[in-house]
Nanobody, 116 residues
Framework: QVHLVESGGGLVQPGGSLRLSCAAS????????MGWYRQAPGKERALVAG???????NYADSVKGRFTISRNNAENTVYLQMNSLRPEDTDVYYC??????????WGQGIQVTVSS
């Protein structure tokens, strides 16, 4: 059974930084694409950043230059380094694993709040 566990969220002031981590188990991590999504109440879940098995990354326009996604296949972990955080980055962030069989798996979500 695939299990994704996020950590690293919390409250930060505008301009601050956070690093989210997502540890995966129950699947061969290295052969799957990974991503981070976010969702505000009443809105659809949206892609923030993704990384392929080969390490190719993509980002939502709103976070380009501020967020960095990375993966450590040896530790079955994907990270999201978030810098220069803004109040509009406040959301629940979800780790996603897109398997090579076409299945999406999700973490439980973690709150990020940017506020002074």
């Amino acid at each position: 059974q695939v299990h994704l566990v996020e950590s690293g969220g919390g409250l930060v002031q505008p301009g601050g930084s956070l690093r989210l981590s997502c540890a995966a188990s129950g699947i061969t991590f290295s052969i799957n694409a990974m991503g981070w999504y976010r969702q505000a109440p009443g809105k659809e879940r949206a892609l923030v950043a993704g990384v392929t098995t080969g390490g190719i990354t993509n980002y939502a326009d709103s976070v380009k230059g501020r967020f960095t996604i990375s993966r450590n296949n040896a530790e079955n972990t994907v990270y999201l380094q978030m810098n220069s955080l803004r109040p509009e980055d406040t959301d629940v962030y979800y780790c996603n694993l897109y398997s090579n069989t076409g299945t999406h798996y999700w973490g439980q979500g973690i709150q990020v709040t940017v506020s002074s």
